[in-house]
């Protein structure tokens, strides 16, 4: 937990300078490495094995009945909760927090790691190439729950 916490420190230090200084697109990086500490530390404090399977199912049916897949209409650039990307491009906070706390679990409870890092890094690129008009939250429930189907019974009955 040490190593996300300081992180997020670290991370948290340098965005809010850079973005002192202007710089918000350069301040992305930072921003990557205090969000992904975010939910590496939900990942850690809600270790449960039946978390893995409830919360992206339960975030999918969210975001899927509201109609979303997309930056709502407050999520412009220069919004706080979106990080910016050159070329007016950006990316949801939840996407980033969600991969980072997906990609945890997948290591802590022992499921195909470095599968789900690959698909997990996969639905962000696309998500930010596509400017974050894909339904990110639900994908990147499938890219942890699909190469993982034949262990996530095992998570449900280690509780």
Do not use: C, H, K
């Not at 991370?11 to 809010?16: I, N, P, S, V």
């Not at 975030?59 to 899927?64: K, N, P, R, T, V």
């Amino acid at each position: 937990m040490l190593p996300a916490l300081l992180a997020l420190l670290g991370g948290g230090l340098l965005t809010a300078t850079l973005n002192v200084a202007g710089l918000r697109v350069g301040a992305t990086p930072a921003e990557i490495v205090v969000w992904g500490a975010v939910g590496v530390l939900f990942a850690r404090v809600f270790s449960v094995g039946a978390l893995v399977l409830a919360v992206p199912v339960l975030l999918a049916g969210i975001e899927l009945a509201a109609g979303t897949g997309g930056p709502s209409a407050a999520a412009q650039a220069g919004d706080p909760l979106t990080l910016a990307f050159p070329d007016d491009r950006r990316l949801e906070l939840t996407s980033l927090v969600f991969a980072a706390a997906y990609g945890a679990w997948a290591q802590r409870f022992g499921l195909r790691a470095p599968v789900t890092w690959v698909a997990l890094g996969a639905v962000l690129l696309a998500s930010v190439a596509r400017d974050g008009q894909l339904p990110a939250v639900t994908l990147l429930g499938l890219a942890l729950l699909l190469p993982n189907l034949d262990r996530l019974g095992r998570l449900l009955r280690e509780d």
